[in-house]
DNA sequence: CGCAGTCTAGCAC
DNA sequence: GTGCTAGACTGCG
């Protein structure tokens, strides 16, 4: 398992209606290379389709930076917020509102 | 706001 | 193959 495919493995076990970050991602995959996180969802080779509701997706819209603010999009950020606010998360002014409610934690409790 | 730490991918040599 | 740069980040000053 390479560095990538454990940054989709983790970032499609985020749940319709949450959202995780860069931070939590790296740290499930055991790293500190939050930088390196965004880069594979950014340069993930499933493409952009990897962004739609298909089998094998990675929801990398669901992935916001550790202060709940949209950073970066392949297919922009406004097309983030939408399919964010598509899944009942509302965003305002780039920014994930309730934030810690709808963040997804990966390490139980 | 700016700098440093950490990791991968891409391009130059 | 080795080396340098840039990037969807984060934490500290």
Redesign the pocket.
């Known amino acids: 398992m390479?560095?990538?495919e454990k940054i989709w493995e983790l970032c499609k076990k985020v749940p319709e209606g949450k959202v995780t970050?860069?931070?939590l991602l790296?740290e499930a995959a055991g790293?500190?290379?939050?930088?390196?996180?965004?880069?594979?969802?950014?340069?993930?080779p499933n493409g952009l389709l990897s962004?739609g509701y298909g089998k094998d997706m990675v929801p990398?819209?669901r992935?916001v930076?550790?202060?709940g603010?949209l950073?970066?999009?392949?297919h922009g950020l406004r097309k983030?917020a939408e399919l964010l606010r598509k899944e009942g998360i509302k965003i305002k002014n780039n920014r994930i509102e309730n934030f810690e409610a709808t963040l997804y934690c990966f390490k139980p409790q």
């Open positions: 390479t560095f990538n970050t860069y931070k790296a790293t500190k290379a939050y930088r390196a996180v965004g880069n594979a969802m950014n340069r993930n962004c990398c819209h992935v930076d550790s202060t603010h950073h970066g999009f392949a983030k």
